[in-house]
């Protein structure tokens, strides 16, 4: 039956009969009676294929018409028999190499933020050592432009001297001297000035005339040196008769003197040296060399990378991935309730390390971990809980001295900002990178923050027990306190939608919107009496639906008020905890997470 073993015709050598038939699992060609004995042996039929199928899928798969009928080609798989061994092969294959392209396709984009992250860096480093060198750089060029025109005032003062020396040795006989040096090509020191100049443009250059400065002691060798070049009055093209020249104060040299030092005081009019010794600017620079330890620190604080295993994730064009919303809410019973709002399903979470009570207004969700700050037990401490493991932390606030009712607020990059009003008026911050806490400012005003946001780089702080906001600009480290007569002196609860609207409600029964922009004030259908803080979470659902919920436990029940409707609703009646004083948030998660209780 092995197809190999059959070289005198496509046919099986045992029943001498056409193969039809193929087995996957052992790849072997079958006749018709080959198959049943093989099944019978093997049960092997699920991976057996006749004929007839394969070119039926070959024929809708690759047919001559597959350019025309590109569209429909993904139908193909429903129009024809699905357990095909080449089918099913076919389309394990465009699963793997579609998904593989989505993983390299997020590989790239882990790349190209990595290198996005460290050109930042680079480019800071850029900034910093121009920042440091543009003043050096500015020094450099006034020195370049001094040294050019002392240069200047230099070349004239040697050529007055050197022509004057030259007349008075010579009577004007210059022409005498110029024709002996053309024919005995003598070296006297007198002729020197007349001769012709062999220079290039490098001897002009700034660092070809410092380096000549720098290495001539005196400025006699100075000249000496560049006598060809900086200082050569005389070339092929202005080599005249010098008596010309004294002929034009009737050959009297101090007329010739005079008049050329009247000519140096106009060109070069004493005005001081800008880069005297007084007025130079000296730069000492200190360098420590770099703490690699401290700097691997700040790096691995800045970005770090870890591998998620993720479970296995069929993509679908088009089709994003499912979220689920969730509240996780405190209680004074040393614990939270994640409550699944699709589903109902409510897991109870414990923190026997953690007492809640005092924190309603100190809870925030950053990322995936969602923070709270202080109570009235743990004043000093703080608490991290992980939406994506479950994991539950409880540190210390070292550097500040904590509190209760601290309200927070995220900046949306780096920093938690807490405004602690219960006994000292004061903004503390958290660093989410460093996780290290640091003190920013005090204040003159006390009072509970009933809710604090952070927005548009300002921080908005509402008052529980007075109609005012208070208005803090961290960068100017400036406060400033505003009174409107339609906020309450008695505020129970509130909540943000993150866009410059807050909803508050009061404790004798009214519910209001205003927008911290305009100071507009909507009145809404309130929810009832209160007597104690309770904790508001907005959650937004689409462009058209949003809610608010009002976790009121045991005392106060539990509700949801309907945005679009204006209108609340009891939920989650089964309540068995109180409330009072805690805190809760909303988030989204993409897969249904598992909590035990």
Same mark, same amino acid.
């Given at each position: 039956?092995?197809?190999?073993?059959?070289?005198?015709?496509?046919?099986? *050598?045992?029943?001498?009969?056409?193969?039809?038939?193929?087995?996957?699992?052992?790849?072997?060609?079958?006749?018709?009676?080959? $198959?049943?004995?093989?099944?019978?042996?093997?049960?092997?039929? /699920?991976?057996?294929?006749?004929?007839?199928?394969?070119?039926?899928?070959?024929? %809708?798969?690759?047919?001559?018409?597959?350019?025309?009928?590109?569209?429909?080609?993904?139908?193909?798989?429903?129009?024809?028999?699905?357990?095909?061994?080449?089918?099913?092969?076919?389309?394990?294959?465009?699963?793997?190499?579609?998904?593989?392209? %989505?993983?390299?396709?997020?590989?790239?984009?882990?790349?190209?933020?990595?290198?996005?992250?460290?050109?930042?860096?680079?480019?800071?480093? =850029?900034?910093?050592?121009?920042?440091?060198?543009?003043?050096?750089?500015?020094?450099?060029?006034?020195?370049?432009?001094?040294?050019?025109?002392?240069?200047?005032?230099?070349?004239?003062?040697?050529?007055?001297?050197?022509?004057?020396?030259?007349?008075?040795?010579?009577?004007?006989? =210059?022409?005498?001297?110029?024709?002996?040096?053309?024919? %005995?090509?003598?070296?006297?020191?007198?002729?020197?000035?007349?001769?012709?100049?062999?220079?290039?443009?490098?001897?002009?250059?700034?660092?070809?005339?410092?380096?000549?400065?720098?290495?001539? *002691?005196?400025?006699?060798?100075?000249?000496? *040196?560049?006598?060809?070049?900086?200082?050569?009055?005389?070339?092929?093209?202005?080599?005249?008769?010098?008596?010309?020249?004294?002929?034009?104060?009737?050959?009297?040299?101090?007329?010739?003197?005079?008049?050329?030092?009247?000519?140096?005081?106009?060109?070069?009019?004493?005005?001081?040296?800008?880069?005297?010794?007084?007025?130079?600017?000296?730069?000492?620079?200190?360098?420590?060399?770099?703490?690699?330890?401290?700097?691997?620190?700040?790096?691995?604080?800045?970005?770090?990378?870890?591998?998620?295993?993720?479970?296995?994730?069929?993509?679908?064009?088009?089709?994003?991935?499912?979220? +689920?919303?969730?509240?996780?809410?405190?209680?004074?019973?040393?614990?939270?309730?994640?409550?699944?709002?699709?589903?109902?399903?409510?897991?109870?979470?414990?923190?026997?390390?953690?007492?809640?009570?005092?924190?309603?207004?100190?809870?925030?969700?950053?990322?995936?971990?969602?923070?709270?700050?202080?109570?009235?037990?743990?004043?000093? /401490?703080?608490?991290?809980?992980?939406?994506?493991?479950?994991?539950?932390?409880?540190?210390?606030?070292?550097?500040?001295?904590?509190?209760?009712?601290?309200?927070?607020?995220?900046?949306?990059?780096?920093?938690?900002?807490?405004?602690?009003?219960?006994?000292?008026?004061?903004?503390?911050?958290?660093?989410?990178?460093?996780?290290?806490?640091?003190?920013?400012?005090?204040?003159?005003?006390?009072?509970?923050? =009933?809710?604090?946001?952070?927005?548009?780089?300002?921080?908005? *702080?509402?008052?529980?027990?007075?109609?005012?906001?208070?208005?803090?600009?961290?960068?100017?480290?400036?406060?400033?306190?505003?009174?409107?007569? /339609?906020?309450?002196?008695?505020?129970?609860? &509130?909540?943000?939608?993150?866009?410059?609207?807050?909803?508050?409600?009061?404790?004798?029964?009214?519910?209001?919107?205003?927008?911290?922009?305009?100071?507009?004030? $909507?009145?809404?259908?309130?929810?009832?009496?209160?007597?104690? &803080?309770?904790?508001?979470?907005?959650?937004?659902?689409?462009?058209?639906?949003?809610?608010?919920?009002?976790?009121?436990?045991?005392?106060?029940?539990?509700?949801? +008020?309907?945005?679009?409707?204006?209108?609340?609703?009891?939920?989650?009646?089964?309540?068995?905890?109180?409330?009072?004083?805690?805190?809760?948030?909303?988030?989204?998660?993409?897969?249904?997470?598992?909590?035990?209780?």
């Amino acid at each position: 039956m092995d197809v190999r073993s059959d070289n005198l015709g496509f046919q099986c *050598s045992t029943h001498k009969r056409v193969y039809e038939n193929i087995c996957h699992k052992c790849n072997k060609l079958l006749c018709g009676r080959c $198959i049943t004995i093989h099944n019978k042996e093997f049960d092997h039929i /699920k991976y057996c294929d006749h004929i007839d199928d394969l070119k039926l899928n070959l024929n %809708h798969q690759f047919g001559s018409d597959v350019n025309n009928n590109i569209n429909s080609y993904s139908d193909c798989f429903t129009a024809i028999n699905n357990n095909n061994h080449l089918n099913q092969r076919i389309e394990t294959i465009w699963s793997t190499i579609k998904s593989s392209a %989505h993983y390299h396709q997020s590989l790239a984009t882990t790349e190209t933020d990595i290198t996005n992250h460290f050109l930042e860096l680079h480019q800071y480093l =850029i900034v910093e050592e121009q920042k440091l060198k543009r003043p050096i750089i500015q020094s450099k060029e006034d020195v370049n432009t001094t040294i050019d025109c002392k240069l200047k005032e230099l070349k004239f003062l040697v050529n007055t001297i050197n022509n004057h020396n030259l007349f008075v040795k010579y009577n004007g006989d =210059i022409k005498k001297e110029y024709a002996q040096k053309n024919n %005995h090509n003598s070296n006297n020191d007198n002729l020197e000035y007349s001769s012709t100049c062999s220079d290039s443009t490098d001897c002009y250059s700034i660092p070809k005339i410092m380096a000549s400065i720098l290495s001539c *002691s005196t400025l006699s060798s100075f000249i000496q *040196s560049n006598n060809n070049t900086l200082f050569c009055q005389y070339t092929e093209n202005n080599n005249f008769d010098m008596r010309d020249l004294l002929a034009q104060y009737n050959n009297n040299i101090d007329s010739y003197t005079l008049d050329t030092i009247y000519k140096y005081n106009s060109q070069f009019k004493t005005s001081g040296d800008s880069l005297s010794n007084g007025n130079q600017d000296h730069y000492e620079l200190e360098i420590n060399k770099f703490d690699t330890n401290k700097l691997n620190e700040l790096l691995t604080q800045s970005i770090k990378m870890s591998t998620v295993s993720l479970p296995p994730v069929i993509h679908t064009d088009n089709v994003l991935p499912t979220k +689920y919303p969730f509240i996780f809410t405190t209680h004074t019973s040393k614990g939270a309730t994640l409550i699944d709002i699709n589903n109902k399903i409510i897991d109870e979470i414990q923190s026997k390390k953690y007492d809640f009570n005092g924190t309603y207004n100190s809870m925030v969700k950053v990322g995936d971990i969602i923070y709270i700050f202080g109570g009235f037990k743990n004043k000093t /401490k703080y608490f991290r809980y992980s939406t994506l493991n479950g994991s539950i932390e409880v540190c210390d606030m070292d550097g500040i001295e904590g509190g209760r009712w601290i309200s927070v607020c995220y900046d949306g990059i780096d920093h938690i900002y807490m405004i602690n009003r219960d006994v000292h008026s004061r903004l503390d911050r958290y660093n989410i990178k460093t996780e290290k806490f640091e003190k920013i400012d005090t204040f003159g005003v006390g009072g509970v923050q =009933i809710l604090s946001l952070f927005y548009k780089g300002l921080i908005y *702080s509402f008052s529980s027990a007075a109609n005012t906001i208070n208005i803090y600009d961290v960068g100017k480290h400036n406060l400033q306190e505003l009174k409107i007569d /339609k906020l309450f002196n008695a505020t129970i609860a &509130a909540c943000t939608d993150g866009n410059g609207n807050v909803y508050l409600h009061s404790k004798d029964n009214l519910f209001i919107r205003f927008n911290i922009e305009t100071n507009d004030t $909507i009145e809404l259908q309130p929810l009832g009496y209160f007597e104690q &803080a309770l904790s508001m979470t907005y959650q937004k659902i689409s462009s058209s639906e949003s809610y608010i919920y009002l976790l009121g436990g045991v005392r106060y029940n539990n509700h949801r +008020y309907s945005i679009k409707n204006n209108q609340w609703e009891n939920i989650f009646d089964d309540e068995k905890y109180e409330r009072i004083y805690c805190s809760s948030t909303i988030f989204d998660s993409t897969y249904q997470l598992s909590y035990q209780a």
